[in-house]
């Protein structure tokens, strides 16, 4: 048995691991690049070891250095996690001849399912249908031209090494495809080191049904049953839940047996899961349910799948890597209820979902009932290097129904500030008569556009809650304002008057709907700021400050940092001429880029930047001066 665990991640899957760990006895080394150093993940493990700067190039994908730490601490087993290593077939053979035991698949089984191409033909060789399309070895633009108009259109060009939505492109039109292809390779060959692609038909009601797999040294393998992960943006998962909505008995044992023979076909070992595509137009049925792609390692959503079957699949993990047997076999497997898990992420739906980053000062939970798998607490940051994951909420409950209504009550009680999440989103998407009828795909979040964005003020009922937290001292009760605050306030005048107020930065009037508390100390200190949870959405609520400061803004031409990141490109130099809508930088962080724009026509003034500098957000980064100015 495993005594000593070196998790090789980071963040919420670290801390994850390590709790599954310590409740089997097993201690826990964590790794940590510069920006981790007081980390959540590192302080909740036994030792800790420093590999390297933040970026994760220089850290968490050094493979060589995450040895090393394991042999310096007396580790036995390295433990992937997911994302970073943990699907690279060279570590993992590189863990093994170190001597330490590998928590995964074997090194075969992951090359085998790594390329996209070979991984369908091996599939259809397994006899698992796989989507109609085209994986064969002539790249040319010519024979892939021809092979789109065989399958008909809209196609789906994929690269074949692809992952996390990068390499993606649906193609409508003939007239599009050249473009698109070569648009596609470039983004394959920038992020994976390949630019060869394959072809599918795309799907026109696409839902994302994915099957939990396990396999052990001794010859098992067992399925525990299905997850919808269909709720996605940019094809990044955003709700996940098991089991699938509308999934019959006899569905689930064709698409349950296609990918055990999956599993068995790349004599699987450790826990995977074998994705497919469904053409729910005519809802699930097994002839119209296809092979994907398969994930050689634990999911970000398998939380759902441990609650619907009660098996701890961290556990499974480093037990089957310990050379056990599979805990259970498959008739001793059944499900139970059902779960939804929201990803929780440091990011602004209203500002085109970039990331927020910085010190999260206030992050509080109240319902006691939902599962919170996080990596950060109250006065941790939230680095720019990384994912920008916060926490997932996971529900479990009796019905669906009762889940997304577990789930609902969870967002409602969660207050992340002053970073932006997306918990209003996430809120607006399980509130949705759509989502609670089942009737998803996945284009569900891009039909549903900014419906799904919480409104930037909250209503007039959630102000006015928001100033009866906001302690006024009494000896403002009067005529005058205080700092602008209170309108025309008197003690015992009638309900219809209203206070100036900021929310989030926002000037805005709320009603004053509070008699004033008897008994108030005239000396009791003012709160300076009500935070207020409405649909899960938090608003910051201030009172307004006059004291003469200004603030820049796009419309006088200011170009304002919507990050704290990294400045990869200044297109632009002091004094030069540009037209509205010129990129003038771009910034990165958590790895997403963003470019900014001039605002109109006019001058570059006050440029302040560098290719290469860090800036904080909302910092000024340059001015654009209209072109009429003298």
Known sequence: MITKLLIANRGEIACRIMRTAKAMGVATVAVYSDADAKALHVRSADEAVHIGPSPAAESYLVGAKIIAAAKQTGADAIHPGYGFLSENADFAQAVLDAGLIWVGPKPASIRAMGLKDAAKQL?????????????????????????????????????????????????????????????????????????????????????????????DSHGNVVHLFERDCSLQRRHQKVIEEAPAPGMDAATREAICAAAVRAAKAVDYEGAG????????????????????????????????????????????????????????????????????????????????????????????????SARVDTGVAEGDTVSPFYDPMIAKLVVHEADRSAAIDSLLETLADINVWP??????????????????????????????????????????????????????????????????????????????????????????????????????????????????????????????????????SAADGAIIAPMPGKVIAVDVSEGQTVTAGQRLMVLE??????????????????????????????????????????
């Open 273 to 368: 899961t074998i994705e497919f595509i469904a053409d729910a137009s005519e809802g699930l049925r097994a002839n119209r349910i296809f092979f994907m792609e398969m994930n050689t390692r634990l999911q970000v959503e398998h939380p759902v799948t441990e609650e619907i079957t009660g098996v701890d699949l961290v556990e499974w993990q480093l037990r089957v890597a310990s050379g056990e047997p599979l805990p259970k076999r498959q008739e001793e497997l059944s499900i139970n209820g059902h779960a939804i898990e929201a990803r929780l992420y440091a990011e602004d739906p209203a500002k085109g979902f970039l990331p927020s980053t910085g010190r999260l000062e206030c992050f509080t939970r109240r319902a006691a």
């Open 419 to 552: 970073i932006r999440s997306n918990a209003g989103f996430l809120y607006r998407a399980a509130n949705d008569g759509d989502f609670r009828s089942g009737s998803i795909e996945t284009s569900f979040i891009e039909r549903k556009g900014t419906d799904l964005i919480p409104p930037a003020i909250p209503s007039q009922e959630a102000l006015a809650e928001a100033l009866h937290v906001l302690q006024w001292n009494s000896n403002n009760w009067e005529d005058e304002p205080w700092n602008g605050g209170l309108h025309g306030f008197r003690p015992n005048a009638d309900k219809r008057q209203s206070a100036h107020v900021m929310v989030d930065g926002q000037l805005t009037t709320a009603p004053l709907e509070y008699d004033v508390p008897s008994g108030r100390r005239t000396d009791e200190p003012l709160r300076q700021l009500a935070l207020v949870n409405e649909f899960g959405q938090t608003y910051a609520v201030t009172l307004p400050r006059h004291d003469g400061t200004g603030q820049a």
């Open 589 to 630: 962080a958590m790895k997403m880029e963003h470019a900014l724009a001039a605002p109109f026509d006019g001058v570059v003034e006050g440029l302040s930047v560098s290719a290469g500098g860090q800036v904080q957000v909302e910092a000024v980064l340059c001015r654009v001066v209209p072109a009429s100015k003298e």
């Open 123 to 215: 599939m259809r060789s397994a006899g698992v249908p796989v989507t109609p399309g085209y994986d064969g070895s002539d790249q040319s633009v010519e024979r892939l031209t021809k092979e789109a108009e065989a399958i008909g259109y809209p196609v789906l060009i994929k690269a074949v090494a692809g992952g996390g939505g990068k390499g993606m492109r649906k193609v409508d039109a003939p007239a599009d495809f050249a473009a698109a292809l070569e648009s596609c390779r470039r983004e394959a060959k920038a992020s994976f080191g390949n630019d060869e692609v394959l072809l599918e038909k795309w799907i026109t009601s696409p839902r994302h049904i994915e099957v939990q797999v396990f396999g």
